[in-house]
């Protein structure tokens, strides 16, 4: 088993940060002025231009650190401890487990009758209008 470290590889750093953004090379080219051509080819050099690293990453919205130090390993900790911290707090005094925020607080049906029952009584008063005129000429 070797112990040297794999060598960062930056293109493919940008890649992938790129990609869980969901972003485009086309729109990443754009945003910083150049041609997605050009955005490929950084995106397969194992070094970047610290001009154009820093503008990807404005870009991106991460830090130049963040790209140079990236990893997969990284990113699933970070969701994986994102979401069981998140779901540790909303359980926090829910004894069943069950996520709370999946249930209304109110039943839609109830609310979609009532939009009913607002609208035929838009439509009565509408009509005892329309009589009355009828009564006036």
Same mark, same amino acid.
């Given at each position: 088993?070797?112990?040297?470290?794999?060598?960062?590889?930056? %293109?493919?750093?940008? *890649?992938?940060?790129?990609?869980?953004? %969901?972003?485009?090379?086309?729109?990443? &080219?754009? &945003?910083?002025? $150049? *041609?997605?051509?050009?955005?490929?080819? $950084?995106?397969?050099?194992?070094?970047?231009?610290?001009?154009?690293?820093?503008?990807? &990453?404005?870009?991106? %919205?991460?830090? @130049?650190?963040?790209?140079?130090?990236?990893?997969?390993?990284? @990113?699933?900790?970070?969701?994986?401890?994102?979401?069981?911290?998140?779901?540790?707090?909303?359980? &926090?005094?829910?004894? *069943? %487990?069950?996520?709370?925020?999946?249930?209304?607080?109110?039943?839609?049906?109830?609310?979609?009758?009532?939009?009913?029952?607002?609208?035929?009584?838009?439509?009565?008063?509408?009509?005892?209008?329309?009589?009355?005129?009828?009564?006036?000429?």
């Amino acid at each position: 088993m070797s112990t040297t470290s794999k060598p960062k590889h930056i %293109g493919r750093n940008i *890649s992938r940060i790129r990609e869980l953004r %969901g972003m485009k090379q086309e729109a990443l &080219a754009e &945003a910083i002025g $150049i *041609s997605q051509q050009t955005i490929s080819s $950084i995106e397969t050099s194992e070094e970047v231009d610290t001009k154009k690293l820093v503008q990807i &990453a404005k870009v991106l %919205g991460v830090t @130049v650190e963040a790209i140079e130090n990236f990893s997969e390993e990284s @990113v699933f900790n970070y969701f994986n401890t994102y979401y069981d911290t998140k779901d540790s707090v909303i359980n &926090a005094g829910n004894n *069943s %487990g069950e996520n709370s925020n999946n249930y209304c607080t109110f039943n839609p049906l109830d609310k979609v009758v009532e939009l009913y029952e607002r609208l035929v009584q838009v439509e009565k008063d509408k009509n005892e209008y329309l009589e009355k005129l009828l009564k006036g000429k």
